[in-house]
């Protein structure tokens, strides 16, 4: 399952014709297919109306705080990290206050309306409709409220900023939280898991988070901690927006100033019949035992050629052991920074370049990355990128993103995304680029016969490591 976006629809938005007719389309007759149709155009006309109505609802008791195509506080409302998350809603809307979302959610879920909508953080997810709709644009923009309490060791922040903002702020204070590991992010990721660079050290961001401001579905404003709310604490814990909008998050703060890291690149040359970087790899996968290091490493297609981006952390101002053997092999290029402050180092990590064109991505769940598993990852790789390119089609960039956490589960609390101390699992994430002028069908196609193999070529790999790869 994806950590941060498995659980995305919320109860009160409902499910609509035109994605059911597809999956009937295969079996029905072609009278309940006619009548499927009819159906399907209804509930389309309905959901347009629906949606029609709100906006002009939400105009007449938010006035400017609510936009329409053509403005450009409507474009920046929609607007997502991929453009194929995107989706052209029929208005947005950018409350500032628990008061102005509670009026938003009484008007879309009205029994006579019943509006879709999505809602919108800093528009990070990776898919379509997560936080994107056709119907109301719910943009959390105007919540930009971030604080510390020194003596609680708490930071309290809204959901109108990225997580770099908030590090930022923290800095003055040499305290920093469990967040997102690149610029930009934003808090969604509190409420759908949550991996950090300080991960190892203090678990996922739903380990540590301590209150919740939240307006449920009905409007109602409630404060949510473990004492007073255990159950829906419970759900927001990964749950993301299925429980209701949260307006403000508080949440554990930890000692963090002075930081090592930085990417380094290296070119893949298999010709030899070995690979030094995923040697290393599988070796801090197996044998890491500090806490405050952590990497990430990226086998990356791009132009025709196959690199390594590994990205190196350690909380601390100078390079631990356990990272020599990455400085020991030759490479590209490295832009290590020794002793800088934790947002100086999130500034050197562009692994994507400038302009993101459209993506996906998924997860699959890897206890221990060994060099047979990172070999059929790259040959998976190749294998997608080669295939694209003869197909002629503009897959941009095939990446695997190898994800090597220890220990992170160790600080788990009760949550509706599962994370067992006794499972430990740490995400690989398969990932394709392309540009958005390709039609989403040959890049999705891709992307899923890509992640089928990916899935499966765990199992035979398993057998023969004694289980240290967990099979589902
Ligand atoms: C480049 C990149 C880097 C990433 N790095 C990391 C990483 O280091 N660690 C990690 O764990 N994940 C990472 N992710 C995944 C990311 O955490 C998730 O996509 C996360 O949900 C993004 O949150 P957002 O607010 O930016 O996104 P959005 O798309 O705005 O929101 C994501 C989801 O959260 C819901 N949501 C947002 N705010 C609220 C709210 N206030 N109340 C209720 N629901 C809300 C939305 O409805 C949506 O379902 C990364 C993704 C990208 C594209």
Redesign the pocket.
Known sequence: MM???GL?ESPLKPAYGPQFSFIFFSTQTKMMKIAILVLSGIAVAHCQGSADTACSLLQSELGDNVSFPGSAAYAEAIA???PT?SQNSTCSVAPTSANEVATILKIVGREDIRAPF?????????NVG??STVGVQIA?SGFTDVSYDLEASTATFG?GL?FDEIYEYLEQFNVSVVG???A??????V??????WITNQYGL?IDNIVSLDVVLPNGTFVTVTDAAHPDLMFGLRGG??NF????SFTVKAYPLSSVWGGIVVYNVDDSAGEDPVARAIADFSLNNKDKKSQLNAGFTITGGQSLWQVILFHDGPTVPDVFQPFLQIPNNSSNLVEGGSFTEFLSLLNV?GDTIPGGFYDVVPIVHYTEPLISAFKTQANLTYTQAISDNRSISTVLINLELFHGMFQHSVPSAYPHSPCREVTPCNPWILFRVSEICGYPMRVHSGYMRVMRVMRVPITLCLSCRILVD
Not at 118 to 126: L, P
């Open positions: 950590i941060d976006e995305t997502h990290f991929e998350s999505a809602v919108k953080g800093s528009g990070h997810a990776n997560h936080s959390l959901p990225s997102a590991r690149a930009g992010v934003g808090v969604g990721l409420l759908g898991g949550g991996y950090s961001a993301l927006n209701g909008i949260v307006t994507l």
